[in-house]
Every structure is written in structure tokens, then in C-alpha cells.
């Protein structure tokens, strides 16, 4: 997600389902992202590894929402395809893949 806070500052973070700790997780800002290995480093320097097609847990979601209304959040944008195409997910790439019957 990307943030603009109410002094203009733009950061992006992750949220979801940390399944080690099994609770609910938002990131510090990223400050790399490996998409080879599916690697998100932030500031605060935590790594996280990335598992699965993106989405929406309730946990995570919930999490979100308080995490924006603590930290000053003024806007927020979903910049998930750009870091991750969920179509590639299950095509070879084609926009046009057809299943035969």
C-alpha cells in the first residue's frame, strides 16, 4: 500500500498475516523489495518473505486501518500490480490463454 500522510510524505508498506507469529502485521516503509525471491526489507530493517497470491486478510485488513489511523494517514493506494501481476499467477503470460475443453 502506498500512504500519504497529512505532511505530504508518501511510503509504501505490507500488510497481512504474519503466519510464524500467527497474528496480524503492517510493515515499517519498504525500503527494497527482490521479487525474484519475493523479499520485502524495510527501514526498521525487518524482512519479510512474501507467501502466495496477494489478498485481503480480515486480520491483516484490520490491522491496516488502525495502523493508518495512528500514523497520521491521509490517503492510501493499492500499488499491489506493481509489484506483482496476479494474472502471471496462473497464465504463462498471454493475455489471451485459452483452456481447451
Request: net charge neutral; aromatic share 8%.
Amino acid at each position: 500500500m502506498e500512504t500519504l500522510s497529512h505532511r505530504g510524505a508518501v511510503k509504501r508498506h505490507v500488510y497481512g498475516h504474519d503466519i510464524t507469529n500467527d497474528t496480524a502485521r503492517v510493515s515499517t516503509s519498504i525500503k527494497e523489495f527482490d521479487r525474484e525471491s519475493m523479499t520485502i526489507t524495510t527501514h526498521s530493517g525487518s524482512i519479510y518473505k512474501l507467501l502466495g497470491a496477494p489478498g485481503h486478510s480480515r486480520g491483516g485488513t484490520i490491522a491496516w486501518k488502525v495502523w493508518c489511523s495512528n500514523n497520521d494517514i491521509h490517503a492510501e493506494k493499492d500499488v499491489t500490480r506493481e509489484y506483482f501481476d496476479i494474472d502471471k499467477l496462473f497464465s504463462n503470460g498471454s493475455t489471451n490463454d485459452v483452456i481447451p475443453k
